[in-house]
């Protein structure tokens, strides 16, 4: 089954270095893109982050090939890897690292996923759009965007830095 979380809008090139440089990108780290459109976030991370490999995954057929061709036409084989697959049926496991430019409601759907296999210390990048519920660890305006950094277990605690489901504030009727 083919499940869209978000259309494919790129991520600006400073906006992919500020959210790679809030996750603290190393050449230890595996960064995983869920939803990865061009590659951008996966390609910067690999070269100017070093990071030891990067993963996306990409349900558009369009969006998958032109990452194949942009991975090859850099000599990047082995380092960044791209799976034509819907970011549900990722293999977690390895990541140290995952960035996401969906929508709240995307990310919503995703954290089921992420509880359960993002390993202890994984670092979440959400581009403009937060997890209802979760607490971040760094939350940045930066050029008009929103960054949203989040430590795996510890988003799943602090409540006062996340935000409810749904939210009703009492207001009187009479000032």
């Known amino acids: 089954m083919t499940v869209s979380l978000a259309p494919f809008v790129p991520s600006q090139p400073k906006v992919v270095t500020r959210m790679l440089e809030l996750a603290d990108v ?15 976030i996966i390609i910067a991370a690999v070269k100017e982050f070093g990071a030891k490999k990067a993963v996306g995954y990409e349900m558009r057929r369009d969006l998958y090939q032109r990452n194949l061709e942009t991975i090859k036409s850099q000599a990047l084989e082995g380092r960044v890897t791209v799976y034509h697959d819907n970011a549900f049926n990722a293999d977690l496991s390895e990541a140290t690292i995952i960035t996401l430019y969906l929508t709240t409601s995307g990310n919503n759907r995703l954290k089921p996923k992420l509880s359960e296999e993002a390993k ?33 277990p510890d988003c799943f605690q602090n409540p006062e830095k996340s935000r409810p489901f749904f939210s009703f504030k009492r207001r009187p009727f009479f000032k």
């Open 26 to 40: 190393h050449a230890d780290d595996v960064v995983y893109d869920l939803g990865c459109g061009d590659g951008r």
């Open 120 to 152: 202890p210390g994984t670092r979440i990048v959400s581009h403009d759009f937060d997890f209802t519920g979760w607490s971040y660890t760094k939350k940045e305006n930066f050029g008009g965007h929103t960054i949203y950094l989040y430590t795996i």
